[in-house]
């Protein structure tokens, strides 16, 4: 039986940049996935943008952190945000602008002239904007390969097909058996299986933090007129939807947020429907066919902040879960920390600001 100084569960972004950095610290890793291919679940379903702002003040520290890496990696293609809010939306302008500025993350508060310059089409009743221009496209797939890529080049084993069924603790080491029979040992399993990440900490006798996946829906739609390519990733406010154009087409989400068990998630025609009355409200566009449409889960711990590092009570297990709706645009830094957390290094200047107190697994005892 061959034998890792980790085994992580999971093979989408948390999993597989964890990988990278594990195999390239000198770790021998073992990265068992359940599906077919890395990448399948919340990974393979994002809306793929670096928004400075999304998942509040405590995940800027991750996202700004994230920013070099993905930039010279050739990850990010700029495209500037806007959040927009109508009449009477005055006091969430002002929170956001006070919450947000102190963050470091680069906002500006524009009026209606400037917005309808930003935003051609926009109804009456829009006021308000904030302006975030560094915020980018990521080019996800790219980016999933390349810590793939730089995990295998660290000897990193990958498993598909490799559902992690049963943790036993031996001496100082895991048994891990999954579905298929096959059994491999390690003496830290790393739990990286974003929706799943409460049951596999149950196999490992841990107990949960609480992550719960919520569901969250993207409509690809064709309107006239086109899709201006400039177009900035529109936001709302109020929450209630986000868009952005995507080669010649607007990707739609009506931002919602159903709880959902672990599972293949679906898009239900209730939030494909509310997408696009959501959409009719702000701009005066004709949707003209609805050509796509997915949903993918985001998991989040309840206080809504990533969980990463050794598990307070259980010996050799360690979480790399609640990467709620930013694990993307967060991992190169997150994966950094994690890594440094596990292999006790020193930070280094990718995470010399943030604060590993703040995503600690022990601030759920
Ligand atoms: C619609 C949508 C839009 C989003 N937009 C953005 C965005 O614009 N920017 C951004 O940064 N983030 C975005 N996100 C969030 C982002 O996609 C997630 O935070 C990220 O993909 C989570 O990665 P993960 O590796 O934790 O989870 P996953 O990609 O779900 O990977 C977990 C893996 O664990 C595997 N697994 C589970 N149980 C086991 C087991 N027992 N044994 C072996 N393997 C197991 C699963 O098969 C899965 O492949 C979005 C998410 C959704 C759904």
């Given at each position: 039986m061959s034998y890792y100084d980790f085994a992580i569960v999971g093979a989408g972004i948390a999993g597989a940049s964890l990988a990278a950095e594990l195999g390239e610290g000198g770790a021998r890793v073992l990265l068992l996935e359940a599906e077919e291919r890395p990448g399948y679940h919340a990974t393979g379903r994002s809306a793929a943008f670096w928004e400075e702002c999304y998942?509040?003040?405590?995940?800027?520290?991750?996202?700004?952190?994230?920013?070099?890496?993905?930039r010279e990696g050739g990850f990010l293609t700029q495209r500037g945000a806007l959040y927009i809010g109508r009449a009477g939306d005055e006091e969430l302008v002002t929170g956001f602008m006070q919450r947000f500025v102190p963050t470091g993350a680069t906002i500006e508060h524009l009026g209606r002239g400037q917005l309808q310059t930003r935003l051609p089409g926009v109804r009456p009743g829009w006021s308000d904007a904030i302006w975030e221009p560094v915020c980018a496209d990521i080019d996800v797939a790219a980016l999933h390969g390349h810590f793939l890529a730089r995990a295998r080049a660290g000897d990193v084993r990958l498993e598909c097909r490799a559902r992690v069924a049963g943790l036993e603790r031996g001496e100082g080491f895991w048994t891990i058996t999954t579905a298929r029979g096959e059994?491999?040992?390690?003496?830290?399993?790393?739990?990286?299986?974003?929706?799943?990440?409460d049951p596999v900490a149950r196999l490992a006798g841990a107990s949960p933090v609480g992550i719960t996946p919520y569901r969250r829906t993207v409509v690809q739609v064709r309107v006239d007129p086109a899709v201006p390519?400039?177009?900035?990733?529109?936001?709302?406010?109020?929450?209630?939807?986000?868009?952005?154009?995507?080669?010649?087409?607007?990707?739609?989400?009506?931002?919602?947020?159903?709880?959902?068990?672990?599972?293949?998630?679906?898009?239900?025609?209730?939030?494909?429907?509310?997408?696009?009355?959501?959409?009719?409200?702000?701009?005066?566009w004709r949707v003209e066919a609805v050509e796509h449409k997915w949903a993918g889960l985001r998991s989040f711990a309840p206080d809504r902040r990533p969980v990463y590092g050794r598990d307070p009570a259980v010996e050799g297990f360690a979480w790399f879960a609640g990467q709620g709706g930013f694990g993307i645009q967060t991992s190169p830094a997150a994966a950094r920390l994690t890594r440094q957390l596990l292999l006790g290094e020193e930070r280094d200047t990718m995470t010399q600001e943030l604060e590993p107190e703040l995503y600690a697994p022990a601030r759920f005892v």
């Open positions: 998942g509040g003040p405590e995940i800027v520290p991750l996202t700004l952190a994230s920013g070099p890496p993905l059994s491999h040992r390690a003496a830290t399993v790393v739990n990286a299986a974003g929706a799943w990440a390519d400039d177009l900035p990733l529109v936001l709302d406010l109020r929450g209630q939807f986000y868009f952005k154009p995507e080669s010649g087409r607007l990707w739609l989400s009506p931002h919602d947020e159903e709880p959902s068990e672990p599972c293949d998630a679906a898009p239900e025609e209730l939030a494909v429907a509310q997408a696009i009355e959501r959409l009719g409200e702000v701009v005066d």
